[in-house]
């Protein structure tokens, strides 16, 4: 049965709830790149100890937002297809998806959702992402393999797409499917200072 986690940025501009169901995957990552959105949002809290993200990942229509839609923002970090959600009223980092809404894909940041709640719904994570990256000792972390959650977010994908949900995504356009807000990319100034900080 599926139940509603709720989220919010910092300030409580965006809001909205999250149907948590047997199709998602709780996960912790630890690349570089999350550590990076974390210290260029101004949020490293977010971040825990070896340096890893909390993460939902599920299907593009289970996510809804109840207020502050034109108050998102969203950023491309490198030249990746990833692109970072974030409030822009307070730039708390809230999801990540792709570039466009055709492959169909969303990671909610869990820092952002009643903790209370979360530790109800969700338990423990599945497993840790990018531990080569973590900070610390990292060799009593669970590891999950990329490939694992890959596959899964593969059926979930495919689901949105024979299924229309992709058109029901909160953050891309129905018709177009490109994003609700304009991206941007960062200059090679701020991605050398990002990559200098993690070395």
């Known amino acids: 049965m599926a139940s509603a986690l709720p989220f919010a940025c910092e300030c409580g501009t965006v809001s909205g709830t999250l149907t948590i169901g047997p199709e998602g995957d709780h996960v912790i990552c630890h690349c570089t790149d999350c550590q990076n959105l974390a210290h260029y949002l101004g949020h490293p809290r977010v971040l825990d100890a070896e340096g890893g993200t909390a993460l939902y990942q599920t299907r593009c229509a289970r996510m809804r937002l109840a207020s502050g839609r034109d108050r998102l923002a969203?950023?491309?970090?490198?030249?990746?297809?990833?692109?970072?959600?974030?409030?822009?009223?307070?730039?708390?980092?809230?999801?990540?998806?792709?570039g466009t809404g055709k492959l169909p894909f969303i990671t909610v940041q869990l820092a952002a959702c009643d903790a209370a709640a979360r530790e109800r719904l969700l338990g423990p994570p599945g497993g840790h992402l990018f531990v080569q990256d973590a900070i610390g000792d990292a060799s009593g972390l669970r590891k999950m393999r990329m490939a694992t959650l890959m596959r899964r977010f593969a059926v979930r994908a495919i689901r949105d797409i024979v299924s229309g949900?992709?058109?029901?995504?909160?953050?891309?356009?129905?018709?177009?499917?490109?994003p609700i807000a304009v991206p941007h990319r960062l200059t090679s100034e701020k991605r050398r200072a990002l990559r200098d900080r993690s070395h």
């Open 74 to 98: 969203c950023v491309h970090l490198t030249d990746k297809p990833t692109l970072r959600w974030y409030a822009g009223c307070c730039r708390t980092p809230l999801f990540n998806t792709v």
């Open 165 to 178: 949900d992709r058109r029901r995504a909160a953050l891309f356009d129905p018709q177009t499917l490109e």
